[in-house]
Nanobody, 127 residues
Framework: VHLVESGGDSVQTGGSLRLSCVASGHTSSRYTNYCMGWFRQAPGKEREAVASVDSNGPTSYGDAAKGRFTISLDKAKNTLYLEMNSLKPEDTAMYYC???????????????????WGQGTQVSVSS
């Protein structure tokens, strides 16, 4: 499975961004259900779960994302999105897309449940 993120940028506090992650290589699998997630890591900090989605619809959100971020999955385009609003300087981080075969309800927010990772896209929020 190959994951390519995009959409990261530098914005000011209160701004919005939409991250995208295109997945490939998973549609030939015998597993029809899967989960995808967004994680982030700031310099000097541990990787943190942002949000996840099961291919059948259920979502999970980390504490930092609740009320401001929305995760969505376009299965026809094999693309995962993260809509981020009301951005804060503490949202500054490298954002990673992750994938796991097998559905899970609610979808997991622990990084060791995901076996495939993208290279990341940088989000920087200035005050």
């Amino acid at each position: 499975v190959h994951l390519v993120e995009s959409g990261g940028d530098s914005v000011q506090t209160g701004g919005s961004l939409r991250l995208s992650c295109v997945a490939s290589g998973h549609t030939s699998s015998r597993y029809t259900n899967y989960c995808m997630g967004w994680f982030r890591q700031a310099p000097g900090k541990e990787r943190e779960a942002v949000a996840s989605v099961d291919s059948n619809g259920p979502t999970s959100y980390g504490d930092a994302a609740k009320g401001r971020f929305t995760i969505s999955l376009d299965k026809a385009k094999n693309t995962l999105y993260l809509e981020m609003n009301s951005l804060k300087p503490e949202d500054t981080a490298m954002y990673y897309c992750a994938f796991r075969f097998g559905g899970w309800k609610p979808p997991p927010l622990t990084d060791d449940e995901y076996g495939y990772w993208g290279q990341g896209t940088q989000v920087s929020v200035s005050s």
